[in-house]
């Protein structure tokens, strides 16, 4: 759970730190609105309201954008002027990837947030129908931090199939397929793993598990935003948004790819 935003400051004068970098807020003095205008050292940002009724916290008014926190309103006034063209080739991109009547939408739930064992995998066509949709039993233990996100507990995964006697189907279901997910490193690791504690015979199925390419929505997802971090030097990784359920990842982003195109 996010903490809840800070109330709207009631001084005509106050700074703020994004991402390292002060920002300098002034009321203008023909207003007692919640209204400031935001500079960057010398350099003139924009202007912000803090409201409630529009959708979101703060309204950033050469945008006609509104966002549920100032930092992020702040990322956004920040943003290259290169970001329409950025944001263009990104249309472009998801475009080119939901025309591909072999994409697979791919998303694994594990045993833990780093280093960690598939718990759960689900799979999508283009269109939101599943293709697969397996509980894994990890054969290792469960962090609480993993539980607290997929509700996911080892009492239950105890009768689900192991990867191994789920490889076959899954082996061919991603033959020839392009793939398409977020965090696809993290995904792709996740594979890697489970392949490598298999037994020698089993692991000649390597090859053939692997799909014929994999597309990756993250940093797309971080362009088609826009916000902005001056300490990264890069669009900020937005969040899904995720349930935390495979198939209901999958669907996720697939609307997220829609609205991208």
Sequence with gaps: MQPPDPP???HHLFTHTVDTAPVYFVRPSDTEQPTWVAYEEARYLGTVHGQFDV?????VQSLNECHHSLDDAVRA????????????LVRRWARGILSDPNLLVLDIQTTGLGTAWAVQIGATDRDGNVLFDELVNPLAAITPEATALHGLEQNRLASAPTFSTLLPDLAHLLANRSCLAYNADFDRAVLERE??????????TRMTLYPRRWADAMAPYAVWRGLWSVRRGSYRYQPLGSTYDAVNNCRRLLTSMEHMR
């Design 195 to 204: 392949i490598q504690r298999l037994s020698p015979p089993a692991r000649a």
């Design 55 to 59: 959708g979101g916290r703060w309204h």
């Design 77 to 88: 006034l920040r943003r290259p002027v290169r970001w329409a063209t950025d944001r263009e």
């Design 8 to 10: 709207i400051p009631q």
